[in-house]
């Protein structure tokens, strides 16, 4: 049987195949995403932790996973959270995506981590990846940390150290300071906050909707025009986001349904929920880690960027500068942030 790590790997025909192929080939990943998948019951979801489904997930461009994933389904109030978890036993790890990736994002990160005896989950966002996504459900910044605190209960993880990538890393910081008690120490990869929330590449989004418009409203490419710059823009080499790696991202949103609920993840990114954090009164150990390739963080002038202007105001926060990587650092350096992390949360560099 064909995993969906081995449908996404693979050379590409071409460098540059045209859209219709693109949106064909996530519609090929999506149907095999609805087969393999397996609906948990909101009732026995706490069974299923402790005995999780053990089917394997294959990394891509990697010849052999270190290690498999349990795939679980946590209830979470308005709906379930996929979420794959790497390792047992050890001190928590919560690993969250931004806008427009998944889970996946960290399928280079999360095994390294569970071999250094750790337990690390990494989640699809609530309306993101493989999670539900009820048409009335709030996807917003305050609600997923709401989402992430119920899933943190669900898995049985009092604290974690909580790492985000740009929207993963705005909800990380919400969740640390309306739930402190959940969050041992964070690291926040490319944060957006100030007024790069929403950040550039989602109004980019919002804004190339009207330029695709025509060919959109047919419904045969869905967010493919859209995403594919999204994505190719979100890494300083291009070599680390080649076309099937697009396609695999953009699985979720295929036909006009996902265009649509694409647009509602967008709209739902509201800075207002940054807003009311008091930032100087977190008290977590933060790093923060700026790929200084990111296109889509704000630079102005003496006031900074984003992580600058966080690193200042957070008290004891530290900085970690990758010269190299863009916004997806998972994607681009993924032993470098596994180091980091590693470091930061006390068990020494891996490699």
């Given at each position: 049987?064909?995993?969906?790590?081995?449908a996404?790997?693979?050379?590409?025909?071409?460098?540059?195949?045209?859209?219709?192929?693109?949106?064909?080939?996530?519609?090929?990943?999506?149907?095999?995403q609805?087969?393999?998948?397996k609906?948990?019951?909101?009732?026995?979801?706490?069974?299923?932790?402790?005995?999780?489904?053990?089917?394997?997930?294959?990394?891509?461009?990697?010849w052999?996973?270190?290690?498999?994933?349990?795939?679980?389904?946590?209830p979470?109030?308005?709906g379930?959270?996929?979420?794959?978890?790497?390792?047992?036993?050890?001190?928590?790890i919560?690993?969250?995506?931004?806008?427009?990736?998944?889970?996946?994002l960290?399928?280079?990160?999360?095994?390294e981590?569970a071999?250094?005896?750790?337990?690390?989950?990494?989640?699809?966002l609530?309306g993101?990846?493989?999670?539900?996504?009820?048409f009335d459900?709030?996807?917003?910044?305050a609600?997923?940390?709401?989402?992430?605190?119920?899933?943190?209960?669900?898995?049985?993880?009092?604290?974690?150290?909580v790492?985000?990538?740009?929207?993963?890393?705005?909800?990380?910081?919400?969740?640390?300071?309306?739930?402190?008690?959940?969050?041992?120490?964070m690291?926040?990869v490319?944060?957006?906050?100030?007024?790069?929330?929403?950040a550039?590449?989602?109004?980019?989004?919002?804004?190339?909707?009207a330029?695709y418009?025509?060919?959109?409203?047919?419904?045969i490419?869905?967010?493919?025009?859209?995403?594919r710059d999204?994505?190719?823009?979100?890494v300083?080499?291009?070599?680390?986001?080649?076309?099937?790696?697009?396609?695999?991202?953009?699985?979720?949103?295929?036909?006009?349904?996902?265009?649509?609920h694409?647009?509602?993840?967008?709209?739902?990114?509201?800075?207002?929920d940054?807003?009311e954090i008091?930032?100087?009164?977190?008290?977590?150990p933060?790093?923060?880690?700026?790929?200084?390739?990111?296109?889509?963080?704000t630079?102005?002038g003496?006031?900074g960027s984003?992580?600058?202007?966080l690193?200042?105001?957070?008290?004891?926060?530290?900085?970690?500068?990758?010269?190299?990587?863009?916004r997806?650092?998972?994607?681009e350096?993924p032993?470098?942030?596994i180091?980091?992390?590693?470091?930061?949360?006390?068990?020494?560099?891996?490699?």
């Open positions: 049987m064909t995993t969906i790590g081995q996404a790997s693979g050379s590409t025909a071409s460098n540059h195949p045209n859209q219709l192929d693109l949106a064909q080939f996530a519609n090929s990943i999506a149907a095999r609805a087969g393999h998948r609906e948990d019951d909101p009732a026995t979801a706490r069974e299923r932790i402790s005995r999780a489904d053990t089917r394997s997930v294959v990394p891509l461009f990697l052999e996973a270190p290690i498999d994933a349990d795939l679980l389904r946590i979470v109030g308005p379930s959270m996929h979420v794959e978890r790497y390792g047992h036993g050890g001190s928590a919560l690993l969250v995506h931004g806008f427009g990736t998944c889970s996946f960290w399928r280079n990160v999360a095994p981590l071999l250094a005896n750790r337990t690390a989950f990494a989640v699809d609530f993101y990846g493989e999670s539900d996504r009820p459900a709030d996807f917003g910044i609600a997923q940390a709401e989402y992430l605190d119920h899933a943190l209960t669900a898995l049985r993880a009092a604290r974690a150290t790492v985000g990538v740009d929207l993963g890393a705005a909800i990380a910081l919400r969740l640390a300071a309306t739930r402190p008690e959940r969050v041992e120490r690291v926040l490319n944060p957006i906050a100030y007024d790069d929330v929403p550039k590449d989602v109004r980019d989004l919002q804004r190339n909707t330029r418009l025509m060919r959109i409203s047919r419904g490419l869905g967010a493919a025009p859209l995403m999204l994505l190719t823009e979100s300083a080499d291009p070599a680390h986001m080649p076309d099937k790696l697009v396609a695999r991202y953009l699985a979720p949103y295929v036909g006009s349904e996902g265009l649509n694409l647009q509602l993840l967008a709209r739902s990114i509201d800075g207002e940054l807003d008091e930032l100087t009164q977190i008290d977590q933060t790093l923060i880690v700026w790929g200084e390739q990111d296109r889509f963080l630079h102005r003496r006031d984003a992580p600058e202007r690193a200042e105001e957070i008290p004891g926060c530290r900085i970690a500068k990758l010269p190299n990587a863009g997806l650092v998972p994607e350096a032993e470098a942030l180091n980091l992390v590693l470091e930061f949360d006390g068990a020494g560099a891996v490699r």
